[in-house]
T-cell receptor
Framework: GAVVSQHPSRVICKSGTSVKIECRSLDFQATTMFWYRQFPKKSLMLMATSNEGSKATYEQGVEKDKFLINHASLTLSTLTVTSAHPEDSSFYIC????????????FGSGTRLTVV | TQLLEQSPQFLSIQEGENLTVYCNSSSVFSSLQWYRQEPGEGPVLLVTVVTGGEVKKLKRLTFQFGDARKDSSLHITAAQPGDTGLYLCAGRRESGGSNYKLTFGKGTLLTVNP
């Protein structure tokens, strides 16, 4: 089946530094990838939608300059949290929709970010 | 305003009991999916329903899509401790555009006690 690899699974960084999270579709091409944020015991909150080769579409209230998204190829999207603050600590999850499919969403295993 | 109202948000039951989780909306969805998520992991797809009135079964889990494609339910028969987890419904709106983004319900945190 389709597999999405998300890396790193856990990261601790100092306040003010930047952190990059990678999301790779291992055995399929993904025209569209989605980035979510999740608080403990809560649902997923969509942050942005990225399409290969074009600018990401951010949801209302999400700072595009703080959460930089790059989708440079059909198998890789990255989320960079810039100038991280403790309030950015969260669980970040990506998902990829296989090119040519309507219902084929595959989720990564998530990244636990802790900003100290 | 929550587009997909999922209930209940928390459910704690004994092993062997039955339960139903509901997902309701005033919007029409072209498809609806149910996911199960364990702590520290990404959601895992359980089922996708696309036709109004559709019923799908996965062992002890029964999924139903409403006739008008505005609501869905997940029924678990004889729950087991291994069913414990966060259950999420997610739909793709009929007017969702070409990006196919999913709208998630708030989730149901299920605990099945032995």
């Amino acid at each position: 089946g389709a597999v999405v690899s998300q890396h790193p699974s856990r990261v601790i960084c100092k306040s003010g530094t930047s952190v990059k999270i990678e999301c790779r579709s291992l055995d399929f091409q993904a025209t569209t990838m989605f980035w979510y944020r999740q608080f403990p015991k809560k649902s997923l909150m969509l942050m942005a939608t990225s399409n290969e080769g074009s600018k990401a579409t951010y949801e209302q209230g999400v700072e595009k300059d703080k959460f930089l998204i790059n989708h440079a190829s059909l198998t890789l999207s990255t989320l960079t949290v810039t100038s991280a603050h403790p309030e950015d600590s969260s669980f970040y999850i990506c998902s990829a929709r296989a090119t040519g499919t309507v219902y084929g969403y595959t989720f990564g295993s998530g990244t636990r970010l802790t900003v100290v | 305003t929550q587009l997909l109202e999922q209930s209940p948000q928390f459910l704690s039951i004994q092993e062997g009991e039955n339960l139903t989780v509901y997902c309701n909306s005033s919007s029409v969805f072209s498809s609806l999916q149910w996911y199960r998520q364990e702590p520290g992991e990404g959601p895992v797809l359980l089922v996708t329903v696309v036709t109004g009135g559709e019923v799908k079964k996965l062992k002890r889990l029964t999924f139903q899509f409403g006739d008008a494609r505005k609501d869905s339910s997940l029924h678990i028969t004889a729950a087991q401790p291994g069913d414990t987890g966060l259950y999420l419904c997610a739909g793709r709106r009929e007017s969702g555009g070409s990006n196919y983004k999913l709208t998630f319900g708030k989730g149901t945190l299920l605990t099945v006690n032995p």
